[in-house]
């Protein structure tokens, strides 16, 4: 009887470690598919969620050449104040409720995605912010727009060796020392601390061209950064006098501010490039995207478009995991 349970044991051994192996290659098969499903919706939800938020970039550009369209009806110079529609942000709503409606009230979409997806927005006029394109130019433009950067960072209360190292790095930049960069938060090249950036970042903007301020649309500290000859107190006063009644040239401005003449050529009331900011909420997903767009004349071009995870809205350091254009 022994010699007998040696190999009904042995047989029992191998039968159990055969169960084994057989649920392991069973429970990694099973992994493996899951794991392609899950990717393969993800990268299903990410596409549907970059085609919605082009449609949102287009609404963008149609509500920017309606604001030129008005503008030529009543025979008035182009204008760009905080007061047009372009300048209303868009709270979270559904989707559903950009949809034609019926009679009754209700929309007429059967599409479960349509109630499902959530949109929010804005538009944000790019020129109210100081332009750092001025780093990749001549000397003298170098060191007049580094000038409005030192006191602006001053008014932020900024370390002065950061201003330091961005003037620092620009003349290495342009000597072909180090890279360039082409987004506010590329300046994280050059050394700059991410603390600086975070707070420097909703004053300025990185545009392909040299641009003026349009003091309609900027920040006091802005304003005052590149009208030396205004105090933070009196760009304040700026701020609030244009809310009732923004001015319409260049002109009318400085005949209510006559001490920024000194520095006026710094200065516009209309825009030509946006930025044009949205995110969607459809499920567990959560995306958001950023485009700089150039309106000339009728025509809104893009410049680029960037897109990634959920950022908070607004937020200029958000690393984008896909760029477009």
């Given at each position: 009887?022994?010699?007998?349970?040696r190999p009904?044991?042995?047989?029992?051994l191998?039968?159990?470690?055969?169960?084994?192996?057989i649920?392991t290659l069973?429970a990694g098969?099973?992994?493996?598919?899951w794991?392609?499903v899950?990717t393969?919706a993800a990268?299903?939800?990410?596409?549907q969620?970059?085609?919605?938020?082009l449609?949102?970039?287009?609404?963008a550009?149609?509500?920017?050449r309606?604001d030129?369209?008005?503008?030529?009806?009543?025979?008035?110079?182009p204008?760009?104040?905080?007061g047009e529609?372009w300048?209303v942000p868009?709270?979270?709503a559904?989707?559903?409720?950009?949809?034609?409606a019926?009679?009754?009230?209700?929309?007429q979409s059967?599409?479960?995605?349509a109630?499902?997806?959530?949109?929010?927005g804005?538009?944000?006029?790019?020129q109210?912010r100081l332009?750092?394109?001025f780093?990749t130019?001549?000397?003298?433009?170098?060191?007049?727009?580094?000038?409005?950067l030192?006191?602006l960072?001053?008014?932020?209360?900024?370390p002065?060796?950061?201003?330091?190292?961005?003037?620092e790095?620009a003349?290495?930049?342009r000597a072909?020392?180090l890279l360039?960069?082409?987004?506010v938060s590329?300046?994280?090249?050059?050394g700059?601390a991410p603390?600086?950036?975070?707070r420097?970042a909703?004053?300025v903007?990185w545009?392909?061209?040299?641009?003026?301020?349009?003091?309609?649309?900027?920040?006091?500290?802005v304003?005052?950064?590149i009208l030396p000859?205004?105090?933070?107190?009196?760009?304040?006063?700026v701020v609030?006098?244009?809310?009732?009644?923004?001015w319409?040239?260049?002109e009318?401005?400085?005949?209510?501010w006559p001490l920024a003449?000194p520095?006026?050529t710094?200065?516009?009331?209309?825009?030509?490039?946006?930025?044009v900011?949205?995110?969607?909420?459809?499920?567990?997903?959560?995306?958001s995207?950023?485009?700089?767009?150039a309106?000339e004349?009728?025509?809104?071009?893009?410049?680029?478009?960037?897109?990634?995870p959920?950022?908070?809205?607004?937020?200029?350091?958000a690393?984008?995991?896909?760029?477009?254009?």
């Amino acid at each position: 009887m022994k010699k007998m349970a040696r190999p009904r044991g042995a047989a029992l051994l191998t039968a159990l470690l055969t169960v084994a192996l057989i649920a392991t290659l069973a429970a990694g098969a099973a992994w493996q598919q899951w794991r392609l499903v899950e990717t393969e919706a993800a990268e299903r939800d990410q596409a549907q969620a970059r085609w919605l938020l082009l449609g949102a970039l287009d609404w963008a550009r149609l509500v920017l050449r309606e604001d030129v369209r008005a503008q030529e009806a009543v025979q008035q110079a182009p204008v760009d104040h905080l007061g047009e529609p372009w300048a209303v942000p868009l709270a979270e709503a559904r989707l559903s409720s950009f949809l034609a409606a019926a009679a009754n009230g209700q929309t007429q979409s059967d599409d479960p995605l349509a109630e499902s997806v959530f949109l929010s927005g804005r538009l944000e006029d790019a020129q109210g912010r100081l332009n750092l394109f001025f780093l990749t130019q001549s000397d003298a433009t170098l060191n007049q727009g580094g000038a409005a950067l030192a006191r602006l960072m001053q008014l932020l209360e900024l370390p002065a060796d950061e201003w330091t190292r961005v003037m620092e790095g620009a003349r290495l930049a342009r000597a072909g020392q180090l890279l360039m960069p082409q987004r506010v938060s590329q300046l994280s090249y050059w050394g700059i601390a991410p603390t600086t950036l975070t707070r420097l970042a909703p004053q300025v903007t990185w545009l392909p061209a040299a641009t003026a301020v349009n003091v309609n649309t900027a920040s006091a500290e802005v304003i005052a950064a590149i009208l030396p000859s205004l105090s933070l107190a009196q760009a304040r006063q700026v701020v609030e006098q244009r809310t009732s009644k923004p001015w319409t040239s260049r002109e009318a401005f400085l005949r209510d501010w006559p001490l920024a003449s000194p520095s006026a050529t710094a200065l516009a009331v209309n825009s030509q490039y946006f930025l044009v900011q949205g995110q969607l909420r459809m499920g567990t997903l959560q995306w958001s995207e950023r485009s700089l767009v150039a309106r000339e004349g009728l025509r809104v071009r893009v410049v680029w478009r960037e897109s990634g995870p959920w950022a908070r809205l607004g937020d200029p350091l958000a690393s984008p995991r896909a760029s477009l254009q």
